[in-house]
C-alpha cells in the first residue's frame, strides 16, 4: 500500500507515519520509486522489498528507507476505506468484533441519557442466524422485568403523542391499551397470565342467568344483565309448552 510522506531530515520517520495514506494493499514489489510516498507489506514482500514484511517502506532521497513498525502504528487503506493498527505480531483492522459495555450507542441520531440507545431510520430487520452457520434458526426477541408491579411493553406513537400501548403493565397481565391524547387510555384486550382468559372490557354485551319462578322447575326465567351498568334490566319468564 502507498502513503503519502511529507519528510525532513530530522522528523521523516514520525511525519511519515503520521501522514500514512494508503493507495493499495496488495503490492508485492516495489514498484517504480516515486519522491514522498510511503508503503507498508503484510506478507510475502520479494525484490527490493524481500525480508521487509509487515515493514513499513519510504522512498526517500533516492532510496528505500525500511521502518520496522512499532506496536500502535496506524496506516489508512484508502482504496479499501480500512484503517490499520500495527499490535505487535501484524497489521489488524480497527473496527472491532466485539463492543461490550456501551453507555450510548446510536444510529442516525443521537442517544442521550433518557434513551441511551437510540435509532433513527425507516427499516430494520432481525434475521435467525442459520443451523449452516452455526446457529439453531430459530430468534428469540427478549424483554424483561424486574417485578410483576413494574411495567415492560411497546409504546406506539404518532408525533411522539403515544397512541397504543402493549404489554405487562403494572401486573403480568397482557394488556392492549389505546389512547386518543396519551394520558387518557382505554383496555381494548386484556389476558390472564394465570388462566389464558381473554377479557375485552370495552365490548359492548350482556350476561345471562338461568333461574326459576318460585321454585317451579317447569317454568325457567332469564335474567339478562347489561354489562356496562351492571344493572338487572329485564326478566323473562318462559311458560312451559
Known sequence: MFCHAFSSAGKRQATSLILCRSSTGTLR??????QRRLLHRRVGATGNWAGWDLNVALWTDGAWLRLPPQTGWRAWLEDEGLLLVYEGAGWIGT?????Q???????GT?????NPFSAKLNAALWTAKTVAEGGTGDLFYTMNKGAAGDDLGLTLQTGFVTKALVGLFGSDRFRLAVSADGSTFFDGLSVDNATGIVDQPRLPRFKAYTSYEMGNLDRPCYAVEDHDLMALVELVC???I
Open 95 to 99: 473496527t472491532p468484533a466485539a463492543l
Open 29 to 34: 514489489r516495489a514498484p517504480p520509486p516515486r
Open 238 to 240: 318462559l311458560a312451559r
Open 101 to 107: 459495555n456501551l453507555a450510548l450507542l446510536a444510529v
Open 110 to 114: 443521537t442517544a442521550d441519557a433518557s
